[in-house]
């Protein structure tokens, strides 16, 4: 069988370590437009049972392991079309414009998304760099190197990243919210006021009160204008909006008004032989229910491990994502999923919420610390919606477990009762996120 992946990233090289872990025989070919593998980005784990004394042995998987394993990768060849019929693509060699056809017995769209910058004059400049994934946010740093001023505009998780990153670097930052509190559509009000007092504590200067305007480049570094005044610094870090790179697509499978890719609960598109994953397609969010496009690495290489089985005969079901994010700011972990109260309402949920703080583990040991916790449900089914914390103590981990249970439509009292681990040195009797279940128990039980 010949398999052919349209896009040399993150989700198409990890489709391609997959099939070829399970089935080696398989012939598969990547194509990309790009020259290079980006060499930043692509650090591809790759479980190998072959050859190893413990099974499900860990290695790291770069493109030339990828191409030992059998992968043929073709960079710097740009593809022009697809006839689903035939079941060919057609590619031309960027260097010397030649034109070939290559038949495929399964086509992986894997394309990434591309940047669209807002709509702010100025945007343009060498001063200027847009950002929209962890790709995009190292090169940002490396860009950098030799600025000191740096503004970073936007109010999401990779953007507050990358705000500590250069805090880490001793850059002086200006973060701007664009009138917003600080990560408003992923936490509530109370985790923005003491996000705000970290940053701030550690000499982030964070304008949330004002919008920019313009950026204006002053020879020497990027003038951010806003509605109520101007900031200089040496460079700005814009966050862009994600759209699908799917136009060549157009006629070939079915596509929505955005030019998203439609696929099934197995990632296959309209036509069953041609697949889509990555920043092609969406992503299916279990707290609504419906398909998002809303592209992560960690939602493509799933989708690319999933369709690696599928694509060879079997079917496996995409379980869709509850969005979980997590950073580290100044040594204050914050932790979130789902939906935040406020997006719950919304979504037309008949939603509830409640905020407790409580140590991770007994008072009576050596140390201990609190735990900032918030939790979301429907007060029709009790089912839970969101969760957030924030601690100094690493709670990222813990949401995993509520993810688990927004996947599985579970309640609050399975949150807040179900059997958990009792360690001292670890957590309580009842474990904090027990706690949080048992409290929001408690409010649905007195309303």
């Given at each position: ?343 719950a309402k919304e979504a037309g949920f008949n939603a509830d919420v409640v905020t407790i703080e409580d140590n991770y583990r007994p008072e009576f040991m050596p140390t201990t610390t609190p735990v900032l916790m918030s939790l979301i449900w429907d007060k029709d089914t009790q089912q839970i ?63």
């Amino acid at each position: 069988m010949r398999v052919i992946i349209i896009g040399c990233t993150f989700a198409g090289m990890t489709a391609a370590s997959q099939i070829l872990r399970s089935h080696p025989e398989t012939e598969v070919t990547i194509y990309d437009r790009n020259a290079v593998v980006p060499s930043i980005t692509y650090d591809i784990n790759d479980y190998d049972d072959q050859d190893a004394e413990q099974p499900r042995l860990r290695t790291e998987l770069s493109s030339d392991q990828l191409s030992i394993k059998g992968a043929d990768i073709k960079m710097g060849f740009l593809v022009m079309g697809v006839d689903p019929v035939q079941k060919t693509i057609k590619v031309m060699g960027m260097l010397d414009d030649t034109t070939s056809e290559e038949y495929y017995d399964k086509l992986i769209i894997a394309t990434d998304s591309r940047n669209e910058a807002p709509a702010l004059k100025g945007i343009d400049s060498s001063n200027v760099t847009l950002i929209k994934d962890q790709q995009d946010a190292k090169a940002a740093l490396l860009l950098s190197a030799i600025d000191q001023q740096i503004a970073v505009i936007g109010n999401d998780p990779l953007s507050l990243g990358l705000v500590d990153a250069y805090r880490q670097k001793g850059k002086e930052v200006t973060l701007f919210t664009n009138g917003e509190p600080i990560l408003h559509h992923n936490f509530e009000e109370e985790y923005s006021k003491r996000a705000l007092t970290i940053l701030t504590a550690a000499n982030i200067k964070v304008v949330t009160d004002e919008h920019v305007t313009e950026l204006d480049d002053n020879g020497i570094g990027i003038t951010v204008a806003t509605d109520s005044g101007s900031y200089s610094v040496s460079r700005a870090i814009v966050m862009a909006d994600q759209k699908p790179d799917t136009s060549i697509f157009e006629g070939v499978v079915k596509l929505d008004e955005n030019g998203i890719i439609n696929v099934n609960e197995f990632l296959q598109t309209s036509d069953p032989n041609i697949y889509a994953i990555g920043g092609s397609t969406t992503i299916h969010y279990n707290p609504t229910g419906k398909d998002i496009y809303k592209p992560q690495p960690t939602e493509a290489v799933r989708q690319a491990a999933i369709v690696a089985h599928n694509i060879t005969g079997e079917q496996m079901k995409d379980s869709g994502t509850q969005l979980s994010m997590s950073l580290n700011l100044d040594g204050t972990y914050m932790a979130s999923l789902g939906l935040t109260f406020e997006r719950a309402k919304e979504a037309g949920f008949n939603a509830d919420v409640v905020t407790i703080e409580d140590n991770y583990r007994p008072e009576f040991m050596p140390t201990t610390t609190p735990v900032l916790m918030s939790l979301i449900w429907d007060k029709d089914t009790q089912q839970i919606l969101g969760a957030q914390m924030m601690s100094k103590h690493d709670i990222s981990e813990t949401l995993s477990l509520i993810s688990l249970c927004i996947q599985n439509q579970n309640t609050i009292e399975f949150l807040g009762m179900y059997d958990t681990m009792f360690q001292p040195n670890f957590d309580r009797p009842f474990n904090y996120v027990n706690i949080l279940g048992q409290a929001a128990m408690a409010k649905a039980g007195t309303e």
